[in-house]
């Protein structure tokens, strides 16, 4: 998810009696707490506990205000968490459990949760700093299939914890567990939390002042053009409307001559904060690696996505490049909030930047949900991203990490803020009853359609776009770097582009350790 420009943040603290029932009835862990280094002095009556454990390793006892604690660090900074709305919740939540635990009466010591929160851009760093120099956090998380790439080997093996504390995994559909399964030991490396489905996003007051159909909100069903003929909702009829979209500074759309798109005002479609195989995947499920898990490749499907990204930039003018879309007009980046973009794919992630402040109106009115359009073969496939939490595989407390972990679990309303949707349950009533509460300062009235979100997770393309691959962090960067210079570098040969890429990750796989 995109990062937002935080300092590093001290650790934070509060504790408490876990809830039980904290996700779907589990049990949380109540053994007694795993050996620990011996207690530090005991804090005053005027100390604070967040100041205390601000310097004490995982697993240390701390004694505040006549009473021990055993400390938990909780880890935030590889997926969601960084905003600042998710971080004052984060908080709460952090107050909230500490709260508990100083009330629990089951004669086990308390746990003091101590929150970490660092950059996006430098938590994988960080925490690999952290974890070789021998203070790693014990719980990390939100996280996903991507932010866990870089830490092969460093994460625990839940399975006897989860058999420890009775936790029940039957309730998660088998698809999901196997998706928080290391590819290569099988180890379950967390359980199933968050689902982020995918779907096109549509601008009401657009759609409205072009007088053109909203998108449709059903797999299978038509669009209808401004002709009324009725044609397929696939990636031509994007294109199309996309382009009538797509206005200058004069009025004219990029389907008019005299269309200048140096003065553009407005933009057709966006991509929002995306990356290669993220976009790809939205064409047609793939990989960068064959079969037998060495040799690189870039399936058809994925061409000739990019080629629809790369055309819809420089020739058809309905995407913006990467200058336009850091503009102020398209709110820097952030350009499906600027309400100067009228479509674009979205993860369920990005509610939570739908404005740049979330206690302000967005800069739009009106806005919806569609479903993902068909392929040239007539597929439809859906990007989905799902986060978990992880224990350090060094964690000295892993028992009470698990334990603190079925608290942030149950918490539907961190979730919210996430922007995920929960991998069981009902998740319709979670999106009227939790997530639209969040939208009501900054579109009054506005109604969504969340059945959409729900449809398209059953569309989630396999394998997933963030598929382990070999020397994942390298080969990462290298599609990575080739994939930025699309919206920065017009007149490319795309077909020698990805050949010349596929050569390099060839040679990045050849080389993993």
């Known amino acids: 998810m995109r990062s937002r420009s935080l300092t590093r943040f001290g650790a934070l603290v509060s504790v408490v009696a876990i809830a039980a029932g904290a ?41 505040v205000n006549g ?22 919740l984060q908080q709460t939540v952090v107050n909230d459990f500490n709260a508990l ?30 974890m070789a120099s021998g203070s790693a956090p014990d719980l990390i998380g939100p996280v996903g299939i991507k932010g866990r790439a870089g830490f092969s080997g460093q994460f625990l093996d839940m399975t006897p914890l989860i058999q420890k504390a009775g936790f029940d995994l ?26 982020y489905p995918s779907y096109i996003f549509f601008n009401k007051d657009l759609f409205d002042e072009a007088g053109l159909k909203y998108p449709p909100q059903k797999v299978g069903e038509k669009y209808t053009m401004p002709d ?22 004069n009025g004219k759309d990029a389907t008019q001559t005299g269309f200048d798109p140096k003065s553009q005002t407005q933009f057709g479609f966006e991509f929002q904060w995306t990356e290669g195989r ?11 690696v064959g079969a037998d898990g060495k040799t690189a490749q870039f399936p058809d499907v994925w061409k000739a996505g990019w080629q629809w990204y790369y055309d819809g930039i420089w020739k058809d003018h309905f995407i913006a490049n ?20 009228a479509m674009g794919h979205m993860f369920q992630w990005y509610i939570c930047c739908m404005s740049p402040d979330a206690a302000k109106p967005g800069n739009f009115k009106k806005w919806d949900i569609a479903v993902m359009p068909m392929n040239s073969a007539g597929a439809t496939t859906a990007p989905i991203n799902i986060d978990t939490f992880t224990i350090s595989k060094d964690s000295p407390v892993a028992d009470r990490a698990f334990e603190a972990m079925t608290y942030l679990v149950g918490r539907l309303d961190l979730m919210a803020l996430y922007g995920g949707t929960p991998a069981v349950g009902d998740q319709l009533k979670f999106f ?46 290298d599609y990575t770097t080739v994939f930025s210079t699309l919206a920065t570098k017009e007149g490319q040969d795309l077909n020698k582009t990805i050949t010349d890429m596929v050569a390099t990750l060839q040679a990045d796989f050849s080389a993993a350790p």
Not at 186 to 195: D, T, W
Not at 228 to 249: C, E, F, H, P, Y
């Open 23 to 63: 996700c779907g009835g589990s049990t949380p862990a109540t053994s007694p707490p795993s050996a620990a280094p011996a207690s530090v002095p005991a804090a005053t009556e005027a100390a604070s506990p967040s100041a205390v454990a601000s310097t004490a390793k995982p697993g240390q006892i701390i004694n």
């Open 67 to 88: 009473k021990d604690h055993q400390v938990v660090r909780w880890f935030v900074g590889l997926g969601s968490g960084t905003n600042p709305a998710q971080i004052a």
């Open 101 to 130: 635990q100083d009330k629990r009466t089951d004669g086990v010591m308390p746990i003091l949760l101590s929150l970490e929160i660092v950059q996006n851009a430098t938590a994988t760093t960080i925490l690999k700093t952290e």
């Open 170 to 195: 039957t309730q998660y559909p088998t698809k999901l567990v196997d998706t928080m399964k290391d590819g290569q030991t099988g180890a379950l490396l967390g359980i199933p939390y968050a689902v």
């Open 228 to 249: 009324g003929s009725q044609v397929d909702w696939n990636w031509d009829t994007v294109r199309n409307i996309a382009m009538l979209l797509s206005v200058d500074k």
């Open 278 to 288: 993220r976009l790809a995947s939205a064409f047609g499920a793939g990989s960068l």
């Open 322 to 341: 990467d200058t336009e879309r850091n503009s102020d007009l398209l709110a820097k980046g952030n350009v499906l909030s600027s309400g100067h973009a």
């Open 432 to 477: 009227h009853d939790v997530v639209d509460p969040t939208f009501t300062k900054q579109f009054p009235g506005n109604k969504v359609n969340w059945q959409v979100a729900l449809d398209m997770e059953s569309y989630a393309e396999s394998p997933n776009h963030e598929a382990e691959m070999p020397n994942y962090i390298k080969a990462q960067n």
